[in-house]
């Protein structure tokens, strides 16, 4: 795939699942708008790859508009950024749970508003891949925001296709099982936690990182022509399993 002239906005892209995406965009030709809160991410990328950037947190969902027209158009939007907060369901507080949906959910809608506006505005077509995760067809303990976020950006993924099909823009999702970022691999490190989790994937094995931003890379290019409102599990066979 050659990106060579075309320019995907890419959100989480200071670490893990988006920063691999925007390397290899970067890699292949796009020019990279990379989009994530953190200042030193950001600096750090743009040595590596010579990107353009906005720091902000999405949680503001109200200043994304602003945030985001200075550098259209962009041909492909990637919406990686992604929060969670772990609580039982119990214990789960509205507060919290609206932080973790405005992240995952109501951010990347807003942000596919503000570019397809664009799109429309301009007779452009383009492809958006959301990030979700295959949390959104399961039930995780103490992952209540998470999983309504997942499955609600899912829903939205398909009626985005629905409605803009004709215009030209595909959207779909991605929804990878457990990817080894940094924080990743962290948190899965213990054999004993890891070890049943693994066993109920087919291919016995996590994700790299880089094997997510493939399967968005396939997704956002000409080469996925005729695909668009899927969830396309990236799991090591997990969701048939
Ligand atoms: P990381 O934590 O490694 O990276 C997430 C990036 O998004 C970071 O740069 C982070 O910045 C940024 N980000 C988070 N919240 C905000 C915000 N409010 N505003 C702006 N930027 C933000 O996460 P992953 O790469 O693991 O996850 C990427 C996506 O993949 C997420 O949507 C996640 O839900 C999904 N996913 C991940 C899986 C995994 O096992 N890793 C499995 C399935 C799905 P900062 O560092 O400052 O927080």
């Known amino acids: 795939m050659d990106w060579t002239g075309k320019r995907a906005l890419v959100t989480g892209a200071g670490k893990g699942i988006g920063r691999a995406t925007a390397i290899m965009l970067a890699q292949r030709g796009a020019t990279v708008v990379a989009l994530t809160r953190n200042p030193d991410d950001l600096a750090s990328l743009s040595q590596e790859i010579q ?14 508009s602003e945030k985001v027209t200075s550098v259209l158009p962009v041909d492909m939007l990637v919406n990686c950024a992604g929060t969670t907060i772990l609580q039982s369901f119990i214990s789960s507080n509205v507060q919290d749970f609206n932080h973790v949906l405005n992240v995952n959910t109501v951010a990347p809608m807003v942000l596919a508003q503000v570019i397809i506006r664009d799109w429309l505005s301009r007779g452009l077509k383009g492809a958006i891949v959301n990030v979700s ?15 309504a976020s997942k499955a609600a950006l899912d829903a939205i993924t398909r009626v985005m296709a629905v409605e803009l099909g004709s215009a030209g823009v595909r959207v779909n999702s991605v929804n990878p099982t457990v990817t080894l970022t940094p924080m990743g691999e962290l948190a899965w490190s213990d054999p004993l936690k890891a070890g049943p989790v693994k066993a109920r994937i087919p291919l016995e094995r996590f994700l790299a990182p880089t094997e997510v ?20 599990p990236v799991d090591g066979g997990l969701a048939i399993s």
Do not use: K, P, Q, W
């Open 51 to 64: 990107c353009e950037t906005i720091c902000m947190d999405l949680v503001n969902v109200d200043a994304i």
């Open 133 to 147: 995760s295959d949390a959104a067809r399961r039930g995780l303990a103490s992952h209540t925001a998470y999983c």
């Open 213 to 232: 931003a493939e399967a968005i890379l396939f997704l956002l290019s000409d080469e996925a022509s005729m695909v668009t409102g899927i969830s396309l």
